[in-house]
Nanobody, 123 residues
Framework: QVQLVESGGGLVQAGGSLRLSCAAS????????MGWFRQAPGKEREFVAT???????YYADSVKGRFTISRDNAKNTVYLQMNSLKPEDTAVYYC?????????????????WGQGTQVTVSS
């Protein structure tokens, strides 16, 4: 079992930055592909970014060049640095973990999910 706890969400003005963190329990964090997803009101949950065991990174086109996913295996933590935020980035952001070494970008069949953290970008 892996438990995921997100933090770092909040209210920010357009053009601002936030860094989300996701702390994972368990001793095998380095063997999980980690992903970030988001869900806006009335919309389906959508892929944001993923980072593989070996550090390979993939992004949704809508965030490419603005968001950066990273991981610190010593701290069992994955991060999402979000820059140049836009009102359309407003959503609940979820962290997810999967035991596959690579998860196709956009694949939502992750093994474990966090509870989410709210990000609100004002115009």
């Amino acid at each position: 079992q892996v438990q995921l706890v997100e933090s770092g969400g909040g209210l920010v003005q357009a053009g601002g930055s936030l860094r989300l963190s996701c702390a994972a329990s368990g001793r095998t964090f380095s063997r999980y592909t980690m992903g970030w997803f988001r869900q806006a009101p009335g919309k389906e949950r959508e892929f944001v970014a993923t980072i593989t065991w070996s550090g390979g990174r993939y992004y949704a086109d809508s965030v490419k060049g603005r968001f950066t996913i990273s991981r610190d295996n010593a701290k069992n933590t994955v991060y999402l640095q979000m820059n140049s935020l836009k009102p359309e980035d407003t959503a609940v952001y979820y962290c997810a973990a999967d035991g596959r070494p690579v998860v196709p970008p956009g694949d939502r069949e992750y093994d474990y999910w966090g509870q989410g953290t709210q990000v609100t970008v004002s115009s």
